[in-house]
């Protein structure tokens, strides 16, 4: 067996680096490595499978002429050596301390998420991934969301999001299409003795039941599948629920606000951070079908 990745290393000028990013984060869902060249940034992006490096190398030649690519295998174990110097503690707003499975806790004030890094995206360092966290917490803090509510973690990922809410006392499940993703919010999970509380599944949120209602729905994917599940994401909303919406740069939100307010919503509560955006509809009043 091969045991190897596959890294496609770009060199990108600093005036494209923010184009880049907002291409990456569509296409690379597993997250990448950055850095700072002075004048250009190098993003490295790991593949299992040389077929899919080679058709993702081809596709951003294609979108981005200027940009120089190298590929090169390197063994496995550099994956997550790399993410061992990468993946340092994050402090979310004082509550939550978003740690790498392999260190312990030195915060005993701040709830602790343990997340092993693998090839799924979410490991608090994105900015939609704070984004969606510091929601959470704000809304906890007003009593919108509370202990005893159900949710809806949809595009699970590493399972951060809904780890979150389990240790603040709510339970719920995780909905990802990539059984990579699933693997790793399952070992996750475990890690956070959340097992009892969040249970995630393979699949998207047409496998629901249609009379399945949350008190919280959380969606980080992107801009496109949010505007197109927007039916759906609101037939699920209890009314007097909560729904949180990321992975959309800021130029997408109005596009994104305005799929929902065609469902009966109103206008979101809007938060910022670098070129991204997350939506945040509380206490929503719409009688939901």
């Not at 690379?28 to 700072?36: A, P, S, Y």
């Not at 399972?159 to 499940?173: E, R, V």
């Amino acid at each position: 067996m091969d045991n190897k990745l596959l890294a496609v290393n770009i060199n990108c000028p600093k005036t494209l680096a923010e184009s880049v990013q907002g291409f990456l984060f569509e296409q690379v869902k597993w997250g990448w490595e950055e850095t700072d060249l002075n004048e250009e940034i190098n993003f490295t992006i790991y593949f299992t499978n040389t077929v899919l490096a080679n058709e993702f190398a081809a596709l951003i030649k294609s979108k981005f002429t200027p940009l120089k690519l190298t590929l090169k295998k390197r063994q496995d174990q550099d994956w997550t050596e790399n993410w061992k110097q990468f993946f340092t503690p994050i402090n979310i707003l004082d509550r939550f301390i978003v740690l790498p499975s392999w260190e312990k806790n030195k915060h005993p004030d701040l709830i602790p998420i343990f997340i092993e890094p693998k090839m799924a995206f979410g490991t608090g360092h994105h900015a939609t991934t704070t984004l969606c966290l510091e929601a959470i917490i704000s809304l906890f803090d007003r009593n919108i969301i509370q202990p005893g509510q159900n949710f809806l973690d949809l595009g699970t990922g590493s399972g951060i999001l809904g780890i979150a809410c389990a240790k603040l006392g709510l339970s719920g499940i995780g909905l990802d299409i990539d059984p990579v993703a699933i693997d790793n919010a399952q070992e996750n999970i475990l890690a956070n003795n959340t097992q009892h509380k969040f249970t995630p599944n393979l699949g998207s949120i047409d496998r629901v039941n249609k009379e399945k209602k949350f008190d919280l729905i959380l969606a980080n994917i992107l801009a496109k599948p949010l505007i197109n599940l927007a039916p759906q994401i609101v037939c699920h909303l209890q009314k007097n629920g909560v729904l949180i919406l990321s992975g959309i740069l800021i130029e997408q939100e109005r596009e994104v606000a305005n799929a929902y307010k065609r469902q009966g919503l109103g206008d979101p509560q809007i938060k910022h951070k670098n070129e991204w955006s997350c939506l945040v509809w509380s206490q929503v009043k719409k009688e939901v079908k």
